[in-house]
């Protein structure tokens, strides 16, 4: 049963099995536009990677607009760019398992691989650095025969690992939002995430 708290039209139970059909059609109803708003609660949150992770030359917020900037300077397509830009979204909230946070956030809106490269790139990336901390800078070849195997290279190469540079001409934010906001603006779980890779714009 719907109450009222004011203007604001809420459920009527106080644990979800006592919920009526009414009570999850208002559920439904309510988190359209919620729902709605995600690319710009995505875009809010890029900004919490100002600062963050000390000692680089360049703060996560820059790396992630620097690492998008190449990607399309390359021309890849615009979800592939906006991957690029959201990758380490994770990293302030889940700093040792950013990519699968960073994964997590994109997959109702984008293609498989796409999802695929995002989660595996914090292990890709190690090629170029882990055996300065001990560990094996091929550990991902055990995923080498995957179909987005190539291309997650090929991110971490080109765009990733390259991104650090304080002298390097960033595109600014407002380049790169209206991409964001029609990759979230997709039907969530929709046709392009059975995909395994984007259709061609």
């Not at 190690?126 to 080498?144: E, S, V």
């Not at 390097?168 to 934010?173: E, H, P, R, S, V």
């Not at 380049?175 to 995909?195: D, K, L, S, Y």
Request: hydrophobic share 35%.
């Amino acid at each position: 049963m719907t109450v009222l708290d004011g203007d604001r039209r809420q459920v009527g139970f106080t644990r979800m099995d006592a919920g009526t059909a009414e009570d999850y059609a208002l559920l439904d109803e309510l988190a359209v536009p919620y729902i709605a708003g995600t690319g710009e609660r995505v875009l809010a949150y890029l900004e919490r990677l100002r600062g963050g992770l000390a000692g680089y030359r360049i703060d996560r917020y820059e790396h992630s607009l620097q690492t998008a900037s190449r990607a399309l300077r390359a021309k890849e397509c615009e979800e592939f760019v906006v991957a690029a830009l959201l990758h380490d979204i994770g990293d302030d909230l889940a700093p040792e398992n950013h990519s699968e946070l960073g994964a997590a956030v994109l997959r109702p809106y984008v293609a498989r691989h796409t999802h695929w490269f995002v989660l595996h790139h914090g292990l890709f990336q190690g090629y170029y650095y882990f055996d300065k901390i001990g560990r094996d800078p091929n550990a991902r070849d055990r995923h080498r025969g995957h179909p987005a195997f190539e291309a997650t290279v090929r991110f971490c190469a080109d765009y990733d690992q390259t991104s650090f540079d304080p002298d390097y001409d960033t595109l600014a934010i407002d380049r790169f939002v209206p991409m964001v906001e029609r990759v979230f603006a997709r039907n969530p779980w929709g046709p392009h995430t059975q995909r395994d890779w984007p259709a061609p714009e």
